[in-house]
């Protein structure tokens, strides 16, 4: 239609409106998903920067509580004043509105004149020039830089507002999309040396930074402060926000608000966020560990992110818009920066670990794909469509390293002796020069260790790289699953706790837990020449094969050739071996290239020629070597199931003296970490014993209450079998230590509010032998530590814990962390009770340290000179200890299969 024949009442119609073109904003656009088949379900949004771990509790009870049929207050009285009292303001200075944008929308129409000259620091949100050119305004801009990341240069600035004398300026700071954040020094000056124009400044992702500072300042009539409520409180679906302005421009903004703006529910849940500090605290610190993992992602896998000071970061990629639409095929939606400005590149809003780690696989497979040009750049490279690098390949089109080959060791069943195998095979090959490192796709354990980057991981795999003589990385074991009941387990992805899981959802995960296990091999597979693979139980398990990542499928990736070990120590060990080649595919079988028996004692004479009786029964896959059982190996196992027959050893009694110092180390049903009591076990004239019943305890000279993964409930179990009373009574004979959650359990009580453990508010007494008590809070702790004892001497270890304990009025500490992950610190650690006979520590390994563990064992009476004589060497280092039983395990399992067959095998010969 032209504009001659145009009805004459568009001739009344507005010319900004007309002239302002249309804001873009992130977030989802609904009708574009649903043009693309997708629901909004379906799509991991990191384009918009709200908290990715949502609102407080909080808002959701108060939520229940609203009466919709009520009109809301539309003088927001309650929500001001809650605001009012955590700014430390008036009332009368704050106005609420539906989100900063309308805030924005009001300041310009109170404020603003036909005519008027606004400058707006960009690049940034769209928003500011637009209310300004609906206002009639001439709008200014003026634009950081990228080669100075994006920062605001205030002398270009002032040169600005001298020439323009602008009546008002509009500044996001931290600035969106950018992230930089201006000293609020500068605006205050500003402020002063322009009375006249009035600075809006958008502090909307002030409380992202790692030290907020605010530039509002009552004294200063020409600030107007916009912030919102649904960024850090995750809110964007009431949308709240408000204005902090001197009370003449507040009055004026509310006289032109539309009344009802903000409705009951809005006020309602502004008032709950405002109240759950706690939250607040947690979630936005567990946003900046996230940051800075993803951050490392990125740079690992290439990507350059800018500076930000927020959570939010741009990143140049080429061509912003044809990767987003890439991305978003794959569920996962970036924001796209071509109305700031800058097409070449996206905005990344940090979510949750787990959720950024796949956003991370997807940018690594779009990068490495192999179907032709790509329609966006590599960073750093200027063209739009690049060509995808030349991979190698192997079967099946996968990716793999062409440097690193495999070897995996596969097992009949669990406890066949996979992880020792594996042990052994590190050590004999990092003995004979070669770089190597041990890697299991998926774990489950609540025996974790934590890594010099502070990851988690399982220990099996740590005392495999140990082995190795190398540090431990999360990539040797992406996937760990801590169970903490009989169906439900957490996970840890990558070294961070990511969720839990449930067996009956397991299935559906394991696709994007695959593609986490595939970038962890492949990143350790360009680092070292072999890698040596554990399965996990059996690849047999015909009813759990469709969701297999750590056995055969895990195989096929790496190209390894496979082991199958058996042990014969449980019986029916040809049996398990020809029965779990029977079950597997022929491609499957055709990995195998040979057997291995565990744990043979006696004189193997007695096996016979067991290859030409096995070899047709086992499709031709013979047997290359016979492990014999090792008695008293000091390496550690597993899992708790190696710890379980321990409580079925006689107990010293009371009125029995026995040359022997007995520790009684309490087996909870959820027990973790036990083998850092193994080199208590070690030393000479020491006997650890696992027990699990009042009956068991007998008269110890010590007793343990060790780490577990489910607090609450072995705090429950405990008091079921009546070991809390008993531990109690001897607690006024006998010391009594614990660690980590043991430690939790020997305080006054244990709270869990957000529902770590089990119910939302769950709370429980504890053994009340320690002035402590304990909250478990949703971020997980996972540090290498070193502490420093009363008497100067310091120690190390590891944390894994997500319980905050508390000491309780003159509570002594039992020690001081001073370093955490090599960061110094000053954290008051432990308790020790008056009479110095209970203590406890939230440092695992503590006795893993020579002179402290000697030094507690002499105050039980241990003399290390007079103790019974053992095989063991008294006074030897833990660390020596270890370093002997790895060669004495490679020993013994080179002899048996022979370094050519171990050499042809990684050879592929």
Known sequence: MTRACAPPIYARLRPEALATPPTFHGAIDYAEIEQLGLTPDAILDFSQNSNPFGPSPAVQQALQTIDLARYPDREYRALRRALADALRTTPESILVGNGASEILWLAAFAFLRRGDAVLIVGPTYGEYARVAALMGATVHEWRGEERNAFAVEPEAIERLLEQRLPSAVFLCNPNNPTGRFTPVEVLHAWARRWPQTLFIVDESYLAFLASPRSAYAPDLANLLIVRSLTKEYA?????????????????????????????????????????????????????????????????????????????????????????????????????????????????????????????????????????????????????????????????????RSARARALMVLGTHSSAGKSLLTTALCRILARRGVKVAPFKAQNMSNNAGVTPEGGEMGRAQIVQ??????????????????????????????????????????????????????????????????????????????????????????????????????????????????????????????????????????????????????????????????????????????????????????????????????????????????????????????????????????????????????????????????????????????????????????????????????????????????????????????????????????????????????????????????????????????ALSKDGRVWGVYLHDIFANDAFRHNWLRSLGWKAATAPTTQRTPLVSSRGRRAREYDRLADVVEAAIGWPTIERLIGGG
């Open 235 to 399: 809110l964007a679906g009431l949308r709240l926000g408000y204005a902090l302005a001197a009370p003449t421009f507040i009055e004026a903004m509310r006289r032109v608000q539309p009344p009802w703006s903000v409705n009951a529910l809005a006020q309602a849940a502004g008032a709950a966020a405002l109240a759950d500090l706690t939250h607040l605290r947690e979630t936005l610190a567990a946003l900046r560990l996230a940051k800075e993992e993803l951050i490392a992602g990125l740079e690992h896998g290439g990507w350059r992110p800018l500076p930000s000071e927020t959570h939010f970061m741009l990143v140049r990629v080429g061509d912003g818009a044809a990767l987003r639409r890439r991305l978003l095929a794959h569920g996962l939606l970036v924001r796209d920066c071509a109305s700031f400005g800058l097409s070449a590149h996206i905005r990344i809003a940090t979510r949750k670990p787990e959720e950024n780690r796949r956003l991370l696989n997807a940018l690594e497979q779009l990068r490495l794909e192999v179907d032709g040009a790509k329609t966006f750049a590599a960073p750093g490279q200027a063209a739009t469509t690049v060509s995808a690098p030349a991979l190698a390949l192997h079967r099946g089109g996968r990716r």
């Open 465 to 830: 790289a140990e082995a190795a003589g190398i540090a431990p990385h999360t990539d040797m074991n992406p996937v760990l699953l801590k169970p903490e009941a009989d169906r439900r387990s957490q996970i840890v992805l990558n070294g961070k706790v990511a969720g839990r899981i449930e067996a009956g959802n397991w299935f559906a995960l394991k696709q994007q837990l695959w593609t986490e296990v595939c970038a962890a091999y492949d990143r350790l597979a360009d680092r070292f020449d072999v890698i040596v693979l554990e399965g996990a139980g059996s690849p047999a398990e015909i009813n759990l094969k469709a969701g297999d990542i750590v056995n055969m499928r895990m195989a096929h990736y790496a190209d390894a050739a496979c082991l199958l070990v058996g042990d014969i120590d449980r019986g029916g060990v040809f049996a398990a071996l020809a029965g779990t080649l029977w079950l597997l595919e022929p491609e499957e079988r055709s990995r195998i290239q040979g057997l291995v028996i565990n744990k043979f004692r006696g004189d193997p004479a007695l096996l016979g020629d067991v290859n030409a009786l096995l070899r047709g029964k086992t499709f031709g896959v013979p047997l290359l070597g016979v492990i014999p059982y090792l008695p008293d190996l000091l390496i550690p196992d597993e899992d708790a199931v190696s710890i379980q027959p321990d409580a079925l050893h006689p107990s010293p009694q009371a009125g029995n003296p026995s040359p022997h110092i007995d520790i009684a180390v309490i087996r909870l049903p959820h027990i973790a970490n036990f083998d850092e009591f193994d080199p208590l076990a070690a030393e000479p004239g020491v006997r650890v014993r696992y027990v699990g019943a009042v009956e068991e305890l007998g008269a110890p000279h010590a007793i343990i209450l060790p780490g577990t993964k489910a607090t609450l409930a072995d705090l429950a179990w405990l008091r079921s079998r009546g070991l809390d009373r008993a531990i109690t009574e001897a607690a006024q004979r006998t010391v009594v230590v614990g660690v980590c959650g043991g430690y939790q359990m020997l305080g006054e009580r244990v709270d869990d509010p957000h529902g770590v453990e089990g119910p939302v508010g769950a709370s429980m007494a504890g053994l009340g032998l320690l002035p402590v008590a304990t909250e478990f809070a949703r971020v997980k702790h996972t540090y290498r530590s070193q502490m420093r004892l009363p008497d100067g001497s310091l120690v190390e270890g590891y944390e894994i814990h997500m319980g905050e304990s508390v000491r309780l009025g003159e509570a002594t500490p039992f020690g001081v962390i001073v370093q955490r992950n090599g960061q110094g610190v000053e954290l008051p650690d432990g």
